[in-house]
């Protein structure tokens, strides 16, 4: 939740009542759950490793999958989403 901003936490909240009901989509490989702490300090090392920056007219972004982790901030305003996938 931390991703999607306070509006985001506080709908989720409302829908799932306590945190400790809300879903997990982090989990170990045999599906055990990963400790708080654990996924506290990842999303810590990703705080501290963010690259941000001011989106202009007519800018692209590339992104390999495979050596970045990608997100995007909250915002206000109408959504676009244009997507291409080349494997």
């Known amino acids: 939740m931390a ?3 306070e509006k985001m936490a506080q709908q989720m909240r409302r829908v799932y009542r306590e945190d400790h009901h809300l879903p997990k989509h982090a ?15 990842i999303l810590e090392v990703l705080a501290d490793s ?12 590339l992104c390999d999958n ?5 997100g995007r901030r909250p915002f206000e305003g109408e959504r676009r989403v244009l997507v291409a996938l080349a494997l």
């Not at 490989?29 to 300090?41: R, T």
């Open 50 to 61: 963010e690259n941000t920056f001011a989106w202009q007219d007519g800018d692209v972004m």
């Open 27 to 41: 989990t170990f490989g045999d599906g055990s759950q990963i400790p708080d702490s654990d996924i506290q300090h």
């Open 66 to 70: 495979h050596r970045i982790a990608h």
């Open 3 to 5: 991703a999607h901003g």
